[in-house]
Nanobody
C-alpha cells in the first residue's frame, strides 16, 4: 500500500524558516515525480515546487528564491526547505507523488504552516 507522510509544519515568525519532510512507502520511490502543493483557507490548492525523478526542479514564482525542494531516494524522502517565510505562505502543505506519463498520484495528509508574528 502506497503511503505518504508529511511532517515539519508549525508556527513561525515572518522571516523564519521551516523544513517540510515527506516519507514515502510502498512504492519504487526513485521512479516517481514528487511535488509540494499548498492550500490556504478559501483558496484552491496550488503547486509550490516539484522535483522529477531526474532531479529537475521547478518552483512557483511566489516562492522562487526562498524555497528549495530536494529528494533522497535511498530514504524515500522529499524535502521542502522554506526560508524568509511570509504571512502569505500560511497554508496546509501537501506532498504529492505522481507516476510519470500516467494520471496515477498520491497525496500526503498535509502539514500546517502558519507564518505570524
Amino acid at each position: 500500500q502506497v503511503r505518504l507522510v508529511d511532517s515539519g509544519g508549525g508556527l513561525v515568525q515572518p522571516g523564519g524558516s521551516l523544513r517540510l519532510s515527506c516519507l514515502a512507502s510502498g512504492v519504487s520511490f526513485s521512479t516517481q515525480n514528487m511535488a509540494w502543493y499548498r492550500q490556504a483557507p478559501g483558496k484552491e490548492r496550488e503547486l509550490v515546487a516539484s522535483i522529477r525523478r531526474d532531479d529537475f526542479t521547478g518552483y512557483a514564482d511566489s516562492v522562487k528564491g526562498r524555497c528549495t525542494i530536494s529528494r533522497d531516494n535511498a530514504q524515500k524522502m522529499v524535502y521542502l526547505q522554506m526560508n524568509n517565510l511570509k504571512p502569505e505562505d500560511t497554508a496546509a502543505y501537501y506532498c504529492n507523488m505522481r507516476t510519470p506519463y500516467t494520471t496515477t498520484q498520491w497525496w500526503g495528509q498535509g502539514t500546517q504552516v502558519t507564518v505570524s508574528s
